[in-house]
């Protein structure tokens, strides 16, 4: 899979793709909930749109990272 590991994911927090699949890995995320609570990174503590539809409603989510994670696709 070819994903921009640039693409901003959680706007508010000016995370990127990859920053965000970095920490995913590295602190062995696996679930949402986690991921939002967790205070070493901040994400999805503002506006949400990162949870599950994207902030453009496209679909690039925490919820598609996490998931492409546990798949090892990136």
Excluded: W
Excluded at 29 to 41: G, N, Y
């Amino acid at each position: 899979m070819n994903l921009d590991r640039n693409k901003e994911i959680c706007v508010c927090n000016s995370l990127t793709l990859g920053e965000i699949v970095d920490f995913v890995k590295a602190n062995n995320i696996r679930s949402i909930t986690k991921l939002i609570e967790q205070e070493e990174l901040p994400m999805g503590d503002k506006c949400e749109a990162c949870h599950e539809d994207g902030y453009e409603n496209d679909g690039y989510s925490l919820t598609m990272i996490l998931s492409l994670v546990e798949q090892g696709r990136i």
